[in-house]
């Protein structure tokens, strides 16, 4: 058998087959939702990523007999080394022919890179960070995958446990639909919660005032997650460019603040499931279609389901309840225009609160989700 070769990406045609290599990867997949082509290439350009502010990014292809057979990205996340100092980089946009050898030797050129930097321990797959599409499929993949979370052939656990990875967190998401919803029970508890804390209200975001409410949302989110495990603040430029990249399917009235007398507190994003649309687009290209012609085509289809994807609580404002009250909101919002499910992706396992108030408010444990981490 050839000699499996790996080697970083340097040419426009290395980059193209990079990007390419999914999309065939993946044919015949039923449940693989093909990214969109123009939104790939814009997350590996250094001219339009804010990550690369504070990040590098080695990419490596590999082949056999002048086949590509695999690839991955080698990533130093300097938000991340700033926060934790912890000597960690990242691997992420791994893919790989069934074939260990592929994988271990993409594997070990990522983490030579790393080495090479310094770094002594490697986490992932995050592409390329915590903060944008994360995580390893490990139970799902017979369903697609919800808005901006990965889709993987499930082999790949296995060769990161043989190279030396260990699971380091489990993440759920978690699904709902209307028809198993206790409305009464949730509408109570709202009611209790606006009772106890007098001065709390609901409001959908504002889009006259877009960049503002992004802007307390990212502040909320910094400060909400700063313990979670993983957590890498979004810079102010990262945080706005996400916003933009989303902009033309956020719809207002299921992206929601609570506020104490007017300041905002806790904030719940969500965002149309527009992979239910996008699965059949011919390998991630929209053509002359706009993501809003997308959407609208996807609306008259009648397939309505949403992502919960962000929801954060200012820690002076915990225990107050404010997560049910942004759910039960963003519930009634969805119904009423039209949506009948929702997945709220990802919740850690370590965040026993949110799982168990999940669970009593009816949603069930959808898909599970790893990162792994080994020492370099």
Not at 138 to 166: A, C, K, M
Request: glycine content about 8%; overall charge negative.
């Amino acid at each position: 058998m050839p000699e499996i070769t790996v080697r970083p990406v340097r040419s426009s045609a290395d980059r193209k087959a990079f990007l390419d290599f999914p999309y065939g990867h993946y044919d015949g997949v039923g449940a693989f939702v093909p990214p969109l082509r123009m939104d790939q290439k814009a997350v590996l350009d250094a001219k339009k990523n804010p990550f690369f502010e504070h990040g590098a990014m080695e990419l490596f292809l590999a082949e056999r007999g002048g086949v590509l057979v695999g690839r991955v990205a080698a990533i130093e996340n300097g938000q991340h080394l700033r926060k934790y100092a912890d000597g960690n980089g990242f691997f992420g946009f791994f893919e790989t022919v069934e074939d260990y050898d592929v994988a271990e030797a993409l594997l070990d050129a990522a983490a030579e890179w790393l080495r090479a930097r310094g770094l002594t321990g490697v986490r992932g797959p995050t592409n390329p960070t915590m903060n944008d599409v994360a995580g390893l499929l490990v139970d799902g993949f017979d369903r697609p995958p919800s808005i901006l979370l990965p889709y993987n052939h499930p082999y790949y656990e296995g060769y990161l446990q043989t190279w030396g990875f260990e699971k380091a967190m489990t993440m759920w998401a978690f699904y709902v639909h209307e028809a198993y919803i206790n409305k009464e029970r949730m509408a109570r508890g709202a009611a209790i919660v606006k009772r106890r804390t007098p001065g709390i209200t609901v409001r959908s975001l504002d889009p006259a005032n877009f960049e503002t409410d992004v802007a307390a949302a990212m502040r909320i989110y910094n400060q909400a997650w700063a313990e979670n495990w993983g957590h890498v603040p979004y810079t102010e430029h990262e945080a706005l460019h996400l916003a933009n990249e989303l902009k033309p399917i956020i719809e207002k009235d299921i992206f929601l603040f609570a506020e104490l007398d007017g300041e905002p507190i806790a904030f719940a994003a969500s965002l149309p499931n527009l992979n239910r649309a996008l699965r059949f687009l011919p390998r991630g290209r929209l053509a002359s279609l706009s993501v809003a012609k997308v959407l609208a085509s996807w609306k008259l289809s009648g397939i309505y389901e949403l992502r919960m994807a962000l929801m954060g609580v200012l820690p002076e404002h915990r225990n107050l309840g404010l997560d049910a009250l942004l759910i039960h909101h963003t519930i009634v919002n969805g119904l009423r225009d039209g949506y009948q499910a929702a997945e709220l992706s990802w919740v850690l396992d370590s965040n026993k609160a949110l799982t168990n108030a999940l669970e009593k408010l009816g949603c069930t444990r959808d898909k599970e989700y790893g990162m792994y981490q080994a020492s370099l």
